[in-house]
């Protein structure tokens, strides 16, 4: 007989459940398998304790926004079997300090942050997966306050940026991320993201994953081919405050 889960425990696992079915009706919609699309259950602002209940829920790919918060939580987490995704902008002297505790970083945008990477992760002796980050902003100019702007290279600059990844020692090139813009539906901004993953994908065949999609837009995410979904708020409940 199982004990009686903690309120916590039982409200993250209908939680999951829910997102589960969301991810399962997504992808007969679109045709697709729902083994294909991973969930990093992001956990942001959340404490440790929430990271250990959704490991002993079942799940392993776990995302974290900000260096020092990852890494406190990667530390108190080590003796758990976590893939830790880092999902957030990245300035070049955190580099060496995200080495350390990722498997993926999903915000690689330009070729100095994968010089920085690739010699971060050389010093800490890992690997590290690189997916890279597209903008999707339709007019960068007009997005640099700190609302808007949410990372991510010039479509046009993709493939530079890919191809400086694919040329690094440390580094694995596996695919593209990008965030929606506040100002577009998510469906037209994710159709424009399937388009320049494909063109990715024809130079770059090791590129295959697509990172898209957050609580609020996975379906459309889905529907254009993401292959991992990064949802916090739909798992561990609205957060106090937005990062
Ligand atoms: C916080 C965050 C998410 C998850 O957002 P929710 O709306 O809580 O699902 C996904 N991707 C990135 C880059 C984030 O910063």
């Not at 993250?12 to 259950?41: F, M, N, P, Y």
């Not at 304790?49 to 995302?63: C, I, K, N, P």
């Amino acid at each position: 007989m199982t004990a009686i889960p903690e309120p916590r425990t039982a409200e993250l696992a209908q939680h999951l459940e829910a997102l589960d079915e969301r991810i399962e009706r997504a992808c007969l919609a679109a045709g697709r398998q729902s083994g294909d699309v991973t969930t990093i259950v992001v956990t942001k602002t959340w404490p440790v304790s929430d990271a250990r209940r959704l490991v002993d829920l079942g799940v392993h790919e776990l995302g974290e926004n900000r260096d020092q918060d990852a890494r406190a939580k990667a530390e108190a987490c080590s003796d758990l079997p976590i893939t830790w995704h880092f999902i957030g902008q990245l300035q070049r002297n955190k580099a060496n300090s995200v080495a350390r505790y990722a498997d993926y970083v999903h915000s690689v945008d330009r070729i100095p942050l994968v010089k920085a990477l690739d010699s971060a992760a050389e010093r800490a002796q890992r690997r590290l997966g690189c997916f890279v980050q597209v903008s999707l902003d339709r007019d960068p100019a007009g997005h640099e306050g700190p609302v808007g702007h949410r990372g991510g290279a010039q479509p046009e600059s993709v493939a530079d940026v890919c191809q400086s990844v694919a040329d690094s020692d440390q580094l694995d090139l596996v695919g593209l991320m990008a965030v929606a813009p506040l100002d577009e539906a998510a469906e037209d901004a994710f159709t424009r993201l399937a388009d320049i993953h494909q063109s990715v994908i024809r130079d770059f065949p090791e590129a295959a994953w697509l990172s898209a999609g957050m609580s609020s837009d996975l379906e459309s995410a889905i529907a254009n081919g993401a292959t991992h979904v990064r949802v916090g708020s739909a798992v561990l409940g609205e957060r106090e405050y937005v990062r």
